[in-house]
Nanobody, 117 residues
Framework: QVQLVESGGGLVQPGGSLRLSCAAS??????????VGWYRQAPGKQRELVAR???????TYADSVKNRFTIFRDYAKNTVYLQMNSLKPEGTGGYYC?????????WGQGDQGTVSS
């Protein structure tokens, strides 16, 4: 029943910014979600963790994005955001949101972010 929808991707020049949104339907992050993570899958590569936030507010970033990306949540809007600054070409890929509950992990369909001149 849980559905995650990513939005906010697009084409941006190196050094630019994007803000990704992960909105939940069929569930409420504040009630059911243990953690929400953002993952990136570059062309031809394995999906990897970019940032993660737990219910308790613990945040983890991949070393490659530390000090450039910020993950945060808005319970009122049932949305988790990923603010991406100082984007690099290697940041290009599909960005996927997942939400871990007590029983499973749900994934969104992804949203494309392209960093190119």
């Amino acid at each position: 029943q849980v559905q995650l929808v990513e939005s906010g991707g697009g084409l941006v020049q190196p050094g630019g910014s994007l803000r990704l949104s992960c909105a939940a339907s069929g569930s409420v992050f504040s009630l059911y979600t243990v953690a929400v993570g953002w993952y990136r899958q570059a062309p031809g590569k394995q999906r990897e963790l970019v940032a993660r936030i737990t219910r308790g507010g613990t945040i983890t970033y991949a070393d490659s994005v530390k000090n450039r990306f910020t993950i945060f949540r808005d319970y009122a809007k049932n949305t988790v955001y990923l603010q991406m600054n100082s984007l690099k070409p290697e940041g290009t890929g599909g960005y996927y949101c997942n939400a871990a509950t007590a029983t499973n992990i749900d994934w969104g369909q992804g949203d494309q972010g392209t960093v190119s001149s």
